[in-house]
């Protein structure tokens, strides 16, 4: 059983910068694949960037390569997303999530283990 706990969201403006935290409880933290998922108003949960169970290989949507980092610490049982140049179209709820199995994948149904979820909101 993993929890997922994620934390660091806000208000900021275009243009700047936030880093996401999820604390992860479990005894299988550094077996785990994790991701990070975003959901904004009326739309379907979309996939963002995913990290292998060693840090080691990454994964981005297109729309976020170059902008966002997605990044672990598996002595802390913590996952990080840097995110850079933001745009008020990044305005979401972001998720990060744990899947049993420790290879990257970019699919919702791939993962076992959901947070709560943290605000970010992009002002013009």
């Known amino acids: 059983q993993v929890q997922l706990v994620e934390s660091g969201g806000g208000l900021v403006q275009a243009g700047g910068s936030v880093r996401l935290s999820c604390a992860a409880s479990?005894?299988?933290?550094?077996?785990?694949?994790m991701g990070w998922f975003r959901q904004a108003p009326g739309k379907e949960r979309e996939f963002v960037a995913a990290?292998?169970?060693?840090?080691?290989?990454?994964t981005y949507a297109d729309s976020f390569k170059g902008r966002f980092t997605i990044s672990r610490d598996n002595a802390k049982n913590m996952l990080y997303l840097q995110m850079n140049s933001l745009k008020p179209d990044d305005t979401a709820v972001y998720y990060c999530?744990?899947?049993?199995?420790?290879?990257?994948?970019?699919?919702?149904?791939?993962?076992?283990?959901w947070g709560q979820g943290t605000q970010v909101t992009v002002s013009s």
């Open positions: 999530a744990a899947r049993i199995g420790s290879l990257i994948a970019a699919g919702r149904s791939a993962y076992n283990y």
């Open positions: 990290i292998n169970f060693s840090g080691g290989s990454t």
């Open positions: 479990g005894r299988s933290f550094n077996r785990n694949a």
